[in-house]
């Protein structure tokens, strides 16, 4: 558990702190270039903007994994997951486009927590939270939006039991 010391040698990366970071990785390398892509083609300027948001921080996330894994001497294969053409012509609208962050912004939620949960090293438990909360912020800025442009719909709901009540009698 001695990752985060100030002085010394960090322990090695074990196995599954390895998996995590080379997963999330991965992932964000797969959403960099989805949201590029999101980004030459949104209609909306404000889409534009805040696709242009989460490629800079899907960058800093695979760059803080990069140097975790190069500092460990791990190698790593950061190869590109594909290439975003230029076309500017949006197979899909900004609200879909919007929506697929959305929910991919809940799996970057749940990748951090995973990895500041198993990681027995402190401060990659750290780095993780951090990011999370990066991750959080950039979500909802884009809610905002979405609600903010009527992209946003209410999930159905539990009836309140107590309302019922109320209007039965």
Known sequence: MEGFKLTGDK????????????????????GLQLITGFAQCAQSKEATTY?????????????????????GDVRFSS??????????????SDKL????????????LVGAGTGAFFSLRNDLSMKSILL?????????????????NGWFEEPPQMEDR????????
């Open 51 to 71: 696709f242009l948001k989460g490629k800079k921080l899907a960058k800093k996330q695979i760059k803080m994994m990069e140097d975790i894994l190069r500092e």
């Open 132 to 148: 999370a909360k990066d991750v959080y912020f950039y979500a909802q800025e884009g809610i905002k939006i979405k609600i903010k």
């Open 79 to 92: 190869s590109s997951v594909g290439t975003v053409t230029a076309s500017n012509v949006s197979p899909f």
């Open 11 to 30: 322990r090695a990366l074990n196995d599954l702190e390895i998996g995590i970071l080379h997963h999330n990785l991965q992932s964000n390398n797969i």
């Open 97 to 108: 486009m919007m929506h697929c962050i959305y929910i991919l912004n809940g799996f970057g």
């Open 162 to 169: 107590n309302q019922l009540i109320k209007d039965k009698s």
